[in-house]
């Protein structure tokens, strides 16, 4: 049986036209009159001859109405009908520019506004990590229990500036890198109510932030990443079973004429492998990690990074999508085709090409203190030297030796040639030569 017409449109929603006007809530739209019909005016001291309605005295008398965009009736109260008109036409100007913001949503704060954004945004673990902890450490402190609509760009460039000069745990100056990701992240958090609605444009636009300062990115030149290798390779050669490299002190050997290490000839290893291959390839160190067998071309001497491995707080080794979010194909120098032949022998295609002694990906952090540190001191490199500095390494000989930065930008995965430009301006284009040259 099927409702009919007159039954249907009893459930359907009206909706109503836009409009808006003041209405005055402790009277009726009658007239007070005496006997003869004239009117008069109430004994209270509204003067006003409409007779009293039941809600008379109680609450705030004017009451702004106005219809919203979706045919919605909405209202706001007021003590005097100035106050309530001015409401009206503001809500009204709001609908005709487009700015209007359901009021059912004005109160919502940053704190809710950044928990939906948390679990709604699709970001790598290890970059959604760090966002979580800028949103705890320096964005809910201060406007966790801000309405959202409340937030002004004014008051956005206070907070930045506060930041930046007594916004460490200690009340001294915050880095310029780490103001501006917490800038980033609050921005991205007001993106995202503008997106649902409750707000019509980001208070923290057009913000002046404090400019990073410019470092040249750290590098060893490629003779010192062989030396860090052949190095590996000889503290593993000598290392007892069982025993912990980074737990004795680096042995001393003997020096060349200018005071470099002479390291003794040892069979390749594993170790002299992954250092050897950071510095050819650009590769960061979570990608290399996060090899599988199966990405191991040989053939045609190329590694496809589909993979990246990091170590979250609480969360412990997380293999993901790479910090761009993209594979590649990354191409590596013929001398390091026969020890990836040994690396890979017995291994089944989605084995890590790298293991640790349990069979997981490598752990970074165990891995540099174990092994990298050790015997990058040993071949009497910089004390500074970390593991990144490889990438940058084979950065800088690629630009160095001719080839272009749109080539470099795929090799190591940056977003844009730019930032390849950008990060590895230090090399100088009067030694660029033609690849291929001797």
């Not at 760009?153 to 001294?172: N, Y």
């Not at 109510?193 to 923290?204: L, S, T, V």
């Not at 057009?206 to 060893?220: A, E, G, N």
């Not at 890590?352 to 001191?377: E, H, I, T």
Request: hydrophobic share 35%.
């Amino acid at each position: 049986m099927t409702d009919s017409p007159s039954t249907q449109s009893t459930h359907r929603q009206t909706k109503r036209n836009r409009r808006a006007g003041v209405i005055d809530r402790w009277h009726t739209h009658e007239d007070l009159v005496d006997e003869n019909r004239e009117p008069i005016h109430t004994a209270c001291k509204c003067r006003t001859t409409k007779k009293p309605s039941a809600r008379h005295g109680k609450g705030l008398q004017y009451q702004a109405r106005w219809v919203d965009d979706n045919g919605k009736e909405q209202g706001k109260s007021f003590r005097t009908k100035a106050e309530a008109k001015a409401c009206a036409d503001s809500e009204t100007a709001k609908l005709e520019t487009g700015r209007y913001v359901d009021p059912a949503k004005r109160g919502t704060t940053v704190a809710e506004i950044a928990d939906s954004w948390a679990h709604r945004e699709f970001k790598a673990v290890g970059t959604r990590t760090t966002y979580l902890t800028l949103v705890r450490a320096y964005i809910l402190p201060t406007w966790g229990s801000t309405p959202i609509a409340e937030v002004k760009h004014s008051a956005v460039a206070r907070w930045v500036t506060t930041l930046s000069a007594t916004g460490s745990k200690t009340g001294s100056t915050l880095a310029p890198s780490t103001v501006r990701q917490a800038h980033k992240v609050f921005s991205q958090i007001l993106v995202s109510a503008m997106r649902d609605g409750f707000i019509h444009a980001n208070p923290a636009d057009h913000v002046p932030l404090p400019r990073l300062p410019r470092k040249t990115p750290k590098f060893l030149t490629p003779v010192e990443v062989e030396r860090v290798a052949c190095a590996a390779d000889y503290r593993a050669a000598t290392k007892r079973p069982g025993s912990r490299t980074d737990l004795k002190p680096v042995a001393e050997l003997p020096t060349d004429d200018d005071g470099v290490p002479v390291i003794p000839p040892s069979p390749p290893t594993t170790n002299g492998l992954i250092v050897r291959l950071l510095g050819a390839t650009g590769l960061r160190a979570g990608e290399l990690f996060g090899l599988r067998v199966g990405g191991i071309d040989l053939v045609n001497r190329k590694l496809h990074v589909v993979e990246g491995v990091v170590e979250v707080h609480k969360l412990g080794l997380v293999v993901g999508e790479t910090k761009s979010h993209q594979e590649r194909w990354v191409p590596f120098r013929s001398s390091l085709v026969e020890p990836l032949r040994v690396q890979i022998a017995d291994k089944k295609p989605d084995e890590f090409l790298f293991q640790s002694a349990k069979g997981d990906a490598v752990r970074l952090r165990n891995w540099s203190r174990r092994y990298f540190s050790p015997a990058a001191a040993l071949a009497g490199v910089s004390d500074d030297v970390t593991v990144h500095w490889l990438r940058h390494s084979a950065a800088t000989q690629a630009l160095a030796e001719g080839m272009n930065h749109v080539d470099v930008q795929l090799i190591l995965g940056h977003a844009s040639p730019s930032i390849t430009m950008d990060v590895y301006a230090h090399v100088d284009p009067t030694k660029l030569k033609a690849i291929g040259d001797d």
